[in-house]
C-alpha cells in the first residue's frame, strides 16, 4: 500500500514539475506571493499608523509576521486547493469519468495530490522566508526561518484531513469556485494566519480550538514573539496532531461519500 | 452623415443586446451573486483586520475607516478591470465567441459598451457592501462629498485609466496568450505602487515619483480629495490637467494595442488559452 501511495506521489509530482518547468510564470508567482502580500498589508497599514504600533499590539515585527504568514497561507492550503480545485477542474474538462473508473483508491489519490506542491513550496520558504529572516535576524534568524518552515510543513500536514472534509463539502455541494471563494478566505480568517487568534472575539476564538491549523499557527505565532517553543506552543502543536488524527475517519468518509454520489449520478461534463 | 448615423445606432444596438445578455447571465440567471458577495466580504475583512492593528490610536477610527474605505473603493475598481474586462478576452476566445465577433465584421470593443454597465451594477453592490463591512469591523468612515462634481469627473477619469488597463492587458493575452500568473501580480501591484490605496503624500519619495509618471496616480488623488479622505499631493487643477490628458492618451494607446492584438490574431489565428 505504502508502495502504491509512494507511486501515486512520484507520479503528480512529475505531473507538477513538468507544468512548473513549461510554465514559468507559475514559478514567478510562487516565489513572489508572499512578499507581494507581505508588502500589501505592511504598506497600507503603515500609511494609517507605523509599524510600531502593530508591534505593541502583537508583539511581533509586522515583516516578519506577514512574511510568515503569507507564506503560511500557501502551504496550509495546499490540500485543501488541490483536491478541491483537481476533481472540480476533471469534472469540467471531462477527465473525471477516466479518474473515477480507474482502479486507484479516490482517497489515496486526494493524499497524493497535495505531497507536491508541498514540496514545491518548501522552495518557496527558502526563497521567502530565509532572506527576510536573514536581513532582519541576521544568523539566528536562518535558523529561525528553518523552524518555521519546518512547523508550517507540519502545520499544512496536522491541517490536510479537515481540509479534505472541506474539499468534500465543496465537491459535494456542486458549487465550485463559488463554494470555494466563501470557504478558503473562511480557513484563513479562522486559522489566524494575518490576524492573530488572540485578538479574535471570544466566540470566534472558542471555536478555533477544533481547527488545527489555527492551533499550529498560533504555536508559529508565538514562537515569532518568543524565539522559542514553549510548554504552551507544544501543546498546541499536540492539540493539532491529536485533531488531526480525530478527522482522519471522518475525512475517508466525506471523500467516499463523494466518490458514492459521482458513480450513482455520474459525472457532468 | 447617414453612415455615421447608421453605424451609431448599429453600436448602439450591440451595447444593447451586450448589455441585456451580460444583465441575464451575470446578475439575473447567476445564483453566484449572493455567495460571491459573501466571499468579498470575507476577503475584505482578511485584509482589513491586520490593516487595522497599524493604526495610529491617536487618529480616530473614523479617518482610519475612510482610508480603508477608500483603499476598497480603488481596489475594486481595478479588480473589475483585471476580472471582468480583461479577462473577458480569455473567455470570449475559450468559448469561440470572439471567432464570430471577428467574422461579424463587428469590434469586439463593442462588447464592451454592454459589459462595462453590468460591471459598474456590480461595483456599486461591492462598494456599498464594503462600507458595511468597514463600518462593523473598524468604525463609521469620516467620508464626506466635498464637491459633487469634482467626484463624477475622478471618478470618470479612473474609469478611462482602468479601461485602458484592461485593453493593454487584454491586447497581451490576445498577442502572447494568457498569463493569469502576470495579471495577478499586476492587479495586487499596480494599485499598491501606484497610489491606489495610499496617498502620494505618505508614500516614499522614489515610489512617489513612480506613482507620478503613471495614469493611475491622478484619479485616486483627485477621488480622495472629492471624499474629503486626504489632500493630493499637487494642486488640484493641475492634478486634473494632466490626469484627463494622461488617461486619454493612454486610452488613445491601449485601443492602439488592442487593435493591433486583433491584426495580429488574424494573421496567426486565436491561440487556446489557460488561465496559467
Known amino acids: 500500500m505504502l508502495k502504491r501511495f509512494i507511486s501515486l506521489v512520484r507520479a503528480e509530482y512529475m505531473f507538477v514539475a513538468a507544468e512548473i518547468i513549461r510554465r514559468k510564470t507559475i514559478l514567478f508567482a510562487l516565489i513572489l506571493w508572499p512578499y507581494i502580500i507581505m508588502a500589501f498589508i505592511v504598506l497600507l497599514g503603515s500609511s494609517m499608523g507605523t509599524m510600531s504600533y502593530f508591534q505593541q499590539k502583537t508583539g511581533a515585527n509586522p515583516i516578519l509576521f506577514f512574511i510568515t504568514g503569507s507564506f503560511l497561507l500557501i502551504v496550509s492550503l495546499i490540500f485543501f486547493d488541490e483536491i478541491s480545485s483537481r476533481f472540480w477542474y476533471d469534472e469540467f474538462i471531462g477527465t473525471l469519468p477516466y479518474i473515477m473508473i480507474a482502479p486507484t483508491s479516490k482517497t489515496m489519490l486526494a493524499l497524493a495530490m497535495g505531497f507536491p506542491r508541498l514540496i514545491i513550496n518548501i522552495l518557496v520558504g527558502l526563497s521567502s522566508l530565509i532572506p527576510v529572516y536573514f536581513i532582519l535576524k541576521s544568523f539566528p534568524g536562518l535558523v529561525e526561518a528553518l523552524i518555521v518552515i519546518a512547523l508550517s510543513i507540519f502545520s499544512a500536514l496536522t491541517f490536510s484531513t479537515l481540509a479534505i472534509i472541506f474539499s468534500s463539502l465543496v465537491l459535494i455541494s456542486g458549487g465550485g469556485w463559488r463554494v470555494l471563494s466563501i470557504i478558503r478566505p473562511l480557513i484563513m480568517l479562522i486559522s489566524g494566519v494575518l490576524y492573530p487568534r488572540f485578538l479574535l472575539p471570544l466566540t470566534i476564538k472558542f471555536f478555533t480550538i477544533i481547527f488545527p491549523l489555527a492551533n499550529s499557527v498560533e504555536a508559529i505565532q508565538l514562537f515569532l514573539v518568543q524565539e522559542g517553543l514553549t510548554a504552551y506552543s507544544l501543546m498546541l502543536l499536540g492539540l493539532a496532531t491529536a485533531l488531526a488524527l480525530l478527522y482522519a475517519p471522518v475525512s475517508i468518509r466525506s471523500l467516499r461519500i463523494w466518490e458514492h454520489r459521482i458513480l450513482i449520478k455520474g459525472a457532468k461534463t | ?276
Open chain 2, 1 to 276: 452623415m447617414t453612415a455615421l448615423f447608421n453605424r451609431l445606432v448599429e453600436a448602439a444596438r450591440i451595447a444593447w443586446v451586450s448589455f441585456k445578455l451580460y444583465t441575464v447571465s451575470d446578475i439575473i440567471r447567476g445564483k453566484s451573486g449572493i455567495i460571491s458577495l459573501a466571499g468579498i466580504s470575507l476577503w475584505l475583512i482578511l485584509i482589513i483586520l491586520p490593516v487595522s492593528l497599524f493604526a495610529n490610536p491617536q487618529i480616530g477610527l473614523g479617518r482610519v475607516a475612510a482610508f480603508i474605505f477608500g483603499g476598497i473603493l480603488v481596489f475594486n475598481v481595478y479588480s473589475v478591470a483585471t476580472w471582468d474586462w480583461a479577462w473577458e478576452i480569455r473567455k470570449l476566445i475559450n468559448y469561440n465567441v470572439l471567432e464570430h465577433l471577428i467574422a461579424s465584421g463587428k469590434s469586439p470593443l463593442m462588447v464592451y459598451l454592454g459589459l462595462i454597465p453590468v460591471s459598474l451594477i456590480w461595483l456599486l453592490m461591492i462598494i456599498i457592501l464594503g462600507y458595511g463591512v468597514v463600518n462593523v469591523f473598524v468604525a463609521q468612515p469620516e467620508i464626506v462629498i466635498s464637491d459633487l462634481k469634482l467626484l463624477i469627473l475622478a471618478f470618470t477619469l479612473l474609469i478611462i485609466v482602468v479601461l485602458s488597463y484592461a485593453l493593454v492587458l487584454a491586447s497581451t493575452i490576445l498577442i502572447s496568450g494568457t498569463s493569469g500568473a502576470i495579471v495577478e501580480i499586476f492587479s495586487w501591484v499596480l494599485p499598491l505602487a501606484t497610489g491606489g490605496f495610499i496617498p502620494l503624500s505618505l508614500m516614499p519619495e522614489s515610489l512617489r515619483t513612480l506613482a507620478l509618471l503613471t495614469p493611475f496616480s491622478y484619479p485616486a488623488e483627485l477621488l480622495r480629495k472629492a471624499l474629503n479622505i486626504y489632500e493630493p499631493i499637487l494642486p488640484t487643477n493641475t492634478m486634473f490637467i494632466i490626469g484627463y490628458i494622461y488617461g486619454l492618451a493612454f486610452l488613445t494607446f491601449s485601443i492602439t494595442l488592442f487593435k493591433l492584438g486583433i491584426r495580429k490574431t488574424l494573421k496567426e489565428g486565436l491561440k487556446t488559452l489557460s488561465a496559467w
